[in-house]
């Protein structure tokens, strides 16, 4: 199972993924978004006891993306609520480096949900940026008999800063989770994104583009490979190459076989016959699920053998699907 991670994915006349992103000054924290519950039965987690500095961190990487660490976000029913929810609203102001543009692409939650036999979980995003104008997506999540995996992807149309005025993009963000249960239920539902959620992060992924030509690479070492202005290390495996591009994934300086795919901007390897490319390695078609334990969610739901087959994240085993 996963965290509930929201990724935003910011684009950029030279396409650059590997700045660093850098808050312009504090987030912001709003109390706008409408209240969900109107009724006793219902129990709505304080917008500030979730929307507030030190329970929101954000922690910027090295390859054009940000992660927001929630120490606590969750919406769980009890024997006296039948309903809970739980929202954050954030304006997150981050520098546009002089020279360039950016423009948010894309953004994808992933998250745990248990949810009661006849109840219903709910995580929904909703974004702005530049113009104002909202975008929103929803997912729902009904019963099964273990926690399951929250994923919410969405893609979003391109808006750009403007080159040479806009020092600053500011990202809109409201965060909205529900968990409800029938009043004769016997287990209780709940979504979370908190620590408990495993990660407990929400990824933030950047696009920057430069506004006046490739900018210049640096001589790089032996085992170094230049990227976006930056020397990197030469991966072990392809999935090192992950987020960058074509050239950098087929390098020729490191010993690996690797594709490139532009839709997802993975590096996957190139794998003999009755194998599989999952996470930048090679795996072996399975014949029984159990073959897959210690592996991830998406090597046991791969999609290139013909099991049926679940995953637990408690025990990392991967099991035939009922």
Known sequence: M?????????????????????????????NDMPEVCTEGTCKQVAWDAI?????????????????????????ETDAHHVKASAQCHLEIPLTVPEGYRVALQSVAIAGITEVSQKGLSEASITHSFRTGRESVKTERFRF??????????????????QCGRDREAIIGTKIGIVAQRQAHDMKNTFIAIDEGAGQRKAVYRLKYEHCGGQPQEPQCGKHEIAFNGKCRPLASHCSGYDFTDANTCNNGKDTLQCDYVPATRRCVAQCPQGHFSMDGQCYRKAQHCAEYNHTSHDVCNNGHDTLQCD???HERICFKAR
């Open 2 to 30: 996963k965290p509930m991670i929201l990724s935003l994915l910011l684009a950029g006349s030279s396409t650059l993924w590997g700045m660093t992103p850098q808050l312009s000054s504090s987030m912001k924290f709003v």
């Open 311 to 313: 995953w637990n994240s």
């Open 144 to 161: 099964q008999n273990d926690i399951q995996d929250v994923i919410v992807n969405h893609q979003i149309d391109q808006e750009w800063t």
């Open 51 to 75: 929307c507030n500095p030190d329970n929101v961190i954000f922690d910027a990487n090295d390859d054009g993306s940000f992660d927001l660490v929630f120490i606590d976000f969750k919406a």
